[in-house]
């Protein structure tokens, strides 16, 4: 009999060859090494230009600043300095009050102590006097200080005024103090003040001078009787 009976299988795989080489996948090229310093080198770059620009700043600044105080100082100083200049060219007189001799006063104007005294473009005459060598507003003041009262009469302070040496007196400034004879013991001594301040126009030649009833019941204490002016 003819075995007629056929197998549907197919035939095995072959297996692959030994000697054949598998696929090889294209892999990206590396970067080149000097791709990476030229990179490197740029940022380095970059981050000394920042440093030098934050420095040079940070210089400019303080300079600026160090210039404009020193220029504030120096500002300062010029007008201290032209303050003192002006202060120094000021006119003005600070007159010390001379104690009379003992006995009766020579008069009931108060005498200058002339070496103790300051005065600046204004003169003195005959020891009682002061002379205005230029015109203008002045603040004059007075300050008498009384250590005896007058049973009579209030204690009294005048600034007398004269246009000229031979002008007329007439008083442009008065005060008052009272020492009442009741108060104070015989050890604390009774006192009082008669002061005066005001701003007086005057003329060239014009003479200004205190007046008290009583020299002799005037304190001749340092800075306790004073008499001065300035021009405004």
């Known amino acids: 009999m003819i075995n007629t009976y056929q197998t549907s299988l197919s035939a095995p795989p072959v ?40 420095v040079g700043g940070f210089i400019y600044l303080y300079q600026r600043d160090a210039m404009g105080g020193s220029r504030t100082a120096e500002g300062q100083m010029s007008y201290r300095a032209s303050e003192k200049q002006e202060a120094s060219y000021k006119i003005l007189a600070r007159m010390a009050i001379e104690q009379p001799p003992s006995g009766k006063p020579p008069s009931n104007y108060l005498q200058w102590d002339t070496e103790h005294s ?56 008065q005060a008052f103090c009272n020492l009442d004879s009741r108060s104070g013991s015989g050890t604390i001594p009774r006192m009082c003040t008669a002061s005066q301040g005001e701003v007086i126009s005057l003329e060239k030649g014009n003479q200004l001078s205190v007046w008290v009833q009583d020299p002799s019941l005037v304190n001749y204490e340092d800075g306790s009787t004073t008499f001065g002016m300035y021009k405004l």
């Not at 204004?122 to 009262?149: C, H, M």
């Not at 302070?157 to 400034?173: A, D």
């Open 15 to 54: 297996p692959p060859r030994l000697n054949r080489s598998d696929p090889v996948l294209f892999q990206a090229p590396l970067p080149s090494g000097g791709h990476s310093k030229s990179l490197i080198r740029f940022l380095v770059g970059v981050a000394l230009l920042h440093l030098f620009l934050y």
């Open 118 to 173: 300051t005065f600046r473009g204004i003169n003195y005459y005959q020891k009682s006097w002061l002379t205005i060598e230029q015109p203008g507003d002045y603040y004059v003041y007075s300050r008498v200080a009384f250590s005896k009262g007058d049973p009579q009469r209030p204690l009294a302070s005048r600034i007398k005024l004269k246009e000229s040496v031979t002008g007329e007196e007439k008083n442009v400034m």
